[in-house]
């Protein structure tokens, strides 16, 4: 009677922080849920006619489809430049370290709209790399860069580096130093040391990384939107309209959660792979 | 309460929050503002002329026109804003929307210099605006001189376009359409001519980005307003105003009270600032160049393509009430054709 009466009590101080979660984060989605259940702009009619004309329209699969692979593109290309960097920084010395954490944090600092239009800056006709490009002579004519899923994913792949990097080295930097050394010793070379022991202890690191790069590539309105232009339709880009352009806030709703849910599947998906890697690793 | 009422009460507390300055009559006005040369302008000039002769404190909110009606409709009679400033499509929106609070020109002192027309039950006029095509001279000492010749080379394949989110981008595509055949309500000519470009078209940007975009030569020709030119000019950029045979492309921007404003005095004082004499030479001046509404602002070497506010009258107009029923399934039309 006394544990009941104590877990209750325990209950209760739960309660309070239990109350603003289901408030500030349930509700809202709870009514995203009940805006895309109308037939018309007006939120007059209930019915499920917004989700017939999403699902039954190729074009919002389409965009669907760009967008996750967008999210994809830009995780393996964050991934093949951020775990060498990640490496370079566990090998430096403890100023080094500083210097480097600094660099990596210092774009952080900075608003993702100026770090976006100064990627136009880079890439356009008469930017930083073509005028390189064209000095050097290897391309005739400025090539196309911008407005184009290239030039989308070297940005984005800039502006969320440090998204990956930082929990990357938080786990790397756990690291017992002594299992290298072990590694070695028992014959391992350097590039066996760093997939049978670096690359499975700092996967959860590495998950949390790409979890995190993921997220925020699918739904980077700004940079998808500067730097895409209109010739790459994502459902972030979709989702404005329907809000601010065409007043259709069933059709944004309808949007909003296929985006939500697709993507907390793909990291649901990413989640489980790490995990059957790191089980599969430790056989 | 019915599930209508939840999730549009829902819905209007989540959009809403609490916007400081929207509710309490306390020395301030918050307007809605045009982000960019706007803001900076209204800033900078207007703000500490309105707390000097009126003692009220201007907030600020930079929002573009869409997004001002968006929010207003998800507040629903609490805008979290006093002022609205808006183009034509988005002004006939908030009309229908029952957003504004009926317009009393008896309360501006400078109501009587305005010309006839420029204020009515739902606002006044702020500033004129005007659209044609915009180009790079030095790389092209020829300019257009038809909306038609932007679908042509040497034009189209430096051309940058914008779709119809923008009230510019609508009308200004309007009047590519009644090039090739079209009219105000028929733009089908525009998008069967944009398919026969379309792969040769330099950029499909939207409305924000497309100052950097020409600045940084990614296109040397697209539709804007004479202010952005001004702008960009003012910058040193290479760029200058053609007028399509057809002319220029006039509309008035527009000042309204929001419905429900705590605020109404202190936004007649704001409006009336706005629209003084002193206030409307200096908005009309460079790097602004906000056409004024004002008759007894000279436009004399003022870098407008006008001599009189009379001469808007023959220039090209639209009207909105025939274009926004059409303009959300352009934008969804828009969004196909021009996809990868």
């Not at chain 1, 490009?133 to 580096?161: C, F, N």
């Not at chain 2, 257009?144 to 034009?155: D, I, M, R």
């Not at chain 2, 009230?167 to 009219?183: D, L, P, R, Y």
């Not at chain 2, 804007?224 to 200058?240: R, W």
Request: charge should be positive; proline fraction near 5%; charged fraction near 15%.
């Amino acid at each position: 009677m006394r544990g009941l009466a104590m877990r209750a009590g325990e209950g209760a101080l739960v309660l309070p922080l239990f109350l603003t979660f289901m408030l500030l984060f349930a509700a809202p989605l709870v009514l995203l849920l009940g805006v895309s259940l109308h037939n018309d702009p007006e939120l007059e009619q209930w019915g499920l006619l917004t989700w017939k004309k999403f699902v039954q329209d190729g074009f919002y699969w389409q965009a669907t489809l760009d967008t996750l692979r967008l999210g994809a593109t830009t995780v393996v290309a964050a991934v093949l430049l951020g775990y060498p960097l990640a490496l370079t920084y566990l090998s430096l010395g403890e100023r080094g370290q500083r210097i480097l954490l600094f660099i990596i944090i210092m774009p952080l600092l900075l608003s993702v709209v100026v770090r976006t239009f100064a990627w136009i800056v880079i890439l356009s006709h008469e930017g930083v790399v073509n005028q390189t490009l064209l000095a050097l002579g290897l391309t005739a004519a400025p090539l196309r860069l911008l407005q184009t899923e290239l030039g989308l994913v070297i940005s984005l792949t800039q502006i969320e580096l440090p998204m990956l990097l930082l929990p990357l080295i938080a786990a790397l930097s756990r690291l017992d130093r002594n299992l290298f050394d072990a590694s070695s010793i028992l014959g391992a070379s350097r590039w066996r040391t760093l997939f049978k022991v670096i690359l499975p202890l700092s996967l959860p690191g590495l998950i949390a990384g790409c979890t995190l790069v993921f997220a925020s590539s699918t739904t980077a309105f700004i940079s998808q939107s500067v730097i895409g232009g209109n010739r790459l339709v994502y459902l972030p880009l979709l989702i404005w309209q329907q809000t601010s352009v065409v007043y259709h806030w069933p059709m944004a709703a309808v949007i909003s959660i296929v985006l939500l849910c697709t993507v907390l599947a793909c990291l649901y998906v990413i989640n489980l792979m790490g995990r059957k890697s790191m089980r599969y690793l430790h056989v | 309460m019915n599930r209508r009422d939840f999730i549009q009460f829902g819905s209007a507390a989540a959009a809403c929050g609490l916007a400081p300055g929207a509710f309490a009559n306390d020395g301030t006005v918050t307007t809605a503002i045009y982000p960019g040369s706007w803001e900076e302008a209204y800033r900078s000039i207007v703000a500490p002329a309105l707390k000097r002769d009126a003692g009220v404190e201007l907030r600020m909110q930079s929002l573009w026109a869409v997004d001002q009606i968006a929010k207003a409709r998800a507040a629903r009679g609490r805008a979290p804003f006093d002022t609205f400033i808006l183009d034509p499509g988005p002004r006939v929106t908030a009309i229908e929307s029952g957003l504004f609070e009926k317009f009393d020109a008896s309360r501006l002192k400078n109501a009587s210099k305005l010309p006839p027309g420029m204020i009515d039950a739902h606002g006044v006029n702020v500033a004129g605006q005007f659209v044609g095509i915009a180009y790079n001279p030095k790389k092209f000492p020829k300019p257009p001189t038809s909306w038609k010749e932007l679908f042509a080379e040497p034009y189209v394949s430096r051309l940058g376009l914008t779709g119809f989110q923008t009230t510019f981008g609508t009308v200004s595509i309007i009047e590519i359409a009644k090039a090739f055949g079209g009219s105000e309500t028929d733009v089908e000519p525009f998008f069967t001519e944009l398919k026969k470009v379309l792969p040769k078209v330099a950029v499909i940007g939207n409305s924000a980005s497309m100052p950097s975009l020409f600045q940084q030569g990614q296109c040397d020709i697209m539709y804007t307003n004479t202010q952005t030119v001004g702008t960009l000019k003012a910058k040193g950029v290479d760029i200058e105003m053609a007028v399509p045979s057809s002319g220029l492309i006039a509309f008035f921007t527009t000042f309204h009270i929001a419905k429900g404003s705590k605020n109404v005095d202190n936004a007649y004082k704001f409006i009336d600032t706005a629209i003084s004499t002193p206030m409307q030479q200096q908005l009309m001046a460079s790097p602004y160049f906000m056409a004024p509404v004002n008759s007894e602002v000279s436009l004399a070497n003022a870098g407008l393509p006008l001599r009189s506010l009379d001469e808007m009258k023959n220039m090209v107009q639209h009207d909105w009430t025939k274009i926004n029923p059409l303009r959300a399934g352009w934008i969804e039309r828009f969004n196909r054709e021009v996809a990868r």
